[in-house]
């Protein structure tokens, strides 16, 4: 019998250059994205040293994290950010790097372009100075976050110097009920394995449950994986994920296509490949979860309570999230809500968003609720769509694409004791503003808090009925 | 980057498990397009009393006189000493730069997160990984012994104290021998530019298309 591999062998050793005796390898990159915040370095040290791309056409460039997501006609304001934007558009301009720079039609957040120009491809090795590079996974790619030092040494040699992880396979079994997401089922697993819980391993994703989920779901699966410590997610290639490539702009045409497809159907786990970790998870047993605390693994079902634990670091959350043990989920009251991110601002997202917002009023109580699209081509295809009226009609801002308050590096953010119920991926303590309060939720969950002020249930009870 | 052999410093114990590199350099810092000055910034929510912003006169600002790093003797401590999965998080290389630019070389924790494991140690901070026991007993020492003093030893691997502490540690011998030898990782990658061009043409045979557009 041939040797039987997972989808993350078979990944690596198509891109090994080679191995030392220490067991370090060189790993050929096929794809390195860039944004504003973590390359001014790289560049620098790069021109410092009289160097220059590898292979500059592999490279794309993209601001993202500090554009603002309104008024773009006035510019950045703030000085500090435009000089980041701006010297990222300089340097790709010195070295002949592809940016789709500010006010691009293809603009958009780093881990949505990539994909929605088909830049993103199975079978290759992607990486970015972002630790959400996971979420290209999804497209049974080898795709993870880097440093700074790792930014100029990809752009360099077109390698990185790696060591090989372990193989983790999380398995997932039957039916995301209506009102259940992939985000849902993303912050399950945070919380069944914990932040530190993927440390060491590549996560692939597989069963019934993820074969029937969009690419954008499975998106949204990826881009987590570090959230639980994993540093690559993957799923492999299948009829959904070649559909979802045809005809992206920068994907192969003609004979290429038709090669290119024929090797991505072999980008999957043999059937006896061994992995080091087994997870499964019923899918079934999933409800609508809302993040408590200040690490994503806080999670909670939204009909349960926060939990009581004799621990300190629980104590530090509830202190800092203003929440006390018992408190019902739903008793939690809201102030802000944000849809966006590279987590869930893409078109299927909004749609599910504005679903829940349809004909409905933003509470009185919600000081503002925005809907940041992913990126342009996001953004115009929910406007043919008619969904920015749906939203705006219901009282929710509708805002140019960018990063925005997933982060809040723009003028997005929280102010000191506010609340938000947020589509992105991080909870942590300032994460969205300077003693701002993160409770992560799906797109759906976040439409309906905007609309009632607080969570409420969003899923289909087991008689298949709606409880909206 | 400098070779790191010894190093001998003042422990700074953080008692906190999980702390992810927003905690470690918040975000308005990470505009900067420098690899430097981020050291006043380091923890900055926790630090200080007020919101800070990129440009400030860091020494005027209201310091939180609870936070470990403004008590003293902690302001010149340089062994950071911390719990499980430190460094989690967003790959902000911006973390690793501020904890050196503060006066940070070493840092000993029960866990790290991947990315920024790897990115200090490319800066030529020292992390050490220790188990969950050996940890709590450095936790006591630095709450017991005033001004509590460490030496570590990279090429034996030890760390001792001013008594009778032993530790020997576990580190891959790629990560000591860049740090021993102040490497030029792209340098030395540049030595096989040969294997690269090799696969490169091979990797091109396998999925031309890779080759064909952008």
Known sequence: MMEQKTLYDKLWDSHLVRTDENGVS???????????????????GLRLAGRKPWRVEVNIAVPDH???????????????SKLQVDTLEKNCQYFGIKEFGMGDPNQ?????????????????????????????????????????????HVLATQCLLQTK?????????????????????????????GTAGGTGYSIEFGGETIEKLSMEGRM???????EAGARAGMISVDDTTIDYLKKKPYAPKGEDWEKAVAYWRTLKSDKNAKFDSVIEINADEINPMVTWGTSPELVVEVEGKIPTNNNGEFDRAL????????LPVRDIQLDKVFIGSCTNSR??????????????????????????PGSSPVKRQAEEEGLDNIFKDAGFEWREPGCSMCLAMNADKLEPGERCASTSNRNFEGRQGQGGRTHLVSPEMAAAAAIHGKFIDISEDKDGNGSV | MEAFKTFTGLVAPLERSNVDTDAIIPKQYLKSIKRTGFGPNLFDEWRYLDHGEPGQDCSKRPLNSDFILNRDPYQKSSILLTQNNFGCGSSREHAPWALLDFGFNVIIAESFAEIFYNNCFKNGILLIVLSAEKIEKLFYKTKNVPRYTLTVDLEKQTIIDNSDLFISFKIEPFRKDALLQGLDEIGLTFEHRKDIKQFEN?????????????
């Open chain 1, 26 to 44: 060189l790993i050929y990159i096929d794809r390195h994205l860039i944004h504003d915040v973590t390359s001014p370095q790289a560049f620098e």
């Open chain 1, 66 to 80: 500090n554009i603002p997501t309104i008024n773009l006609k006035k510019g950045i304001t703030d000085q500090i």
């Open chain 1, 108 to 152: 958009g957040i780093v881990h949505v372009i990539g994909p929605e120009q088909g830049l993103t491809l199975p079978g290759m090795t992607i990486v970015c100075g972002d630790s959400h590079t996971s979420t290209h996974g999804a497209f049974g790619a080898l795709a993870f976050g880097i440093g700074t030092s790792e930014v100029e």
């Open chain 1, 165 to 193: 992880s372990k193989n983790m396979l999380i398995k997932i079994d039957g039916k995301l009920r209506n009102g259940v997401s992939a985000k849902d089922l993303v912050l399950y697993i945070i919380g069944q394995i």
């Open chain 1, 220 to 226: 949204t699966i990826c881009n987590m994986v570090i």
């Open chain 1, 319 to 326: 202190d800092y999230m203003g929440l006390k043990e018992d």
């Open chain 1, 347 to 372: 078109i299927e997202d909004l749609r599910a968003a504005s679903k829940i917002a349809k004909g409905k009023k933003v509470a009185d109580s919600i000081k503002l609720a925005m809907v940041v």
């Open chain 2, 202 to 214: 091979e990797h091109k045979k396998i999925q031309p298309w890779l080759f064909n557009s952008v």
